[in-house]
């Protein structure tokens, strides 16, 4: 079972509903994984009921991920956002201003950057240079 980061630190994984794709999402999907190539216009489009959304990270270097979290929560989906795979502490900030709610891990990549890295960025809010050159 993979580790999931929130602004309070590692937990493990309480969702137990599982996830199917989107080419096998129905009317009453309570769970969709996307990969990160997935058109966040269409996704939404085809979002439903789902609850909560897992957007896959399949390299460090893929932000494509990102988009799709700030396009759906300007969209208006208020569900669990959870971004699973290659993050690195440094996108932690990014990936909360983006939407996502969490990030899911592996335990090689949590034992690379234990909870202390992730927490480090856990104030998100208070460190965004965006909103202090608008201030």
């Excluded at 959304?53 to 932000?63: E, L, N």
């Amino acid at each position: 079972m993979n580790v999931i980061v929130t602004d309070e630190g590692f937990s493990p994984d309480d969702w137990t509903d599982g996830f199917v794709t989107l080419d096998d999402a129905a009317n009453d999907v309570v769970a969709l994984d996307v990969n990160s190539d997935t058109d966040p216009d269409e996704l939404y489009d085809r979002l439903g009921s789902a609850q909560l959304v897992r957007v896959d990270f399949p390299s460090f270097a893929d932000g494509r991920g990102f988009t799709i979290a700030r396009t759906l929560r300007l969209k208006g989906y208020t569900g669990r956002l959870r971004a699973k795979g290659h993050v690195l502490a440094d996108q932690y900030a990014m990936a909360r201003r983006s939407g996502f709610d969490e990030v899911e891990i592996d335990h090689a990549l949590a034992a690379r950057q234990p909870e202390k890295q992730w927490l480090a960025r856990a104030n998100w809010q208070d460190n965004n240079y965006q909103a202090r050159l608008r201030g």
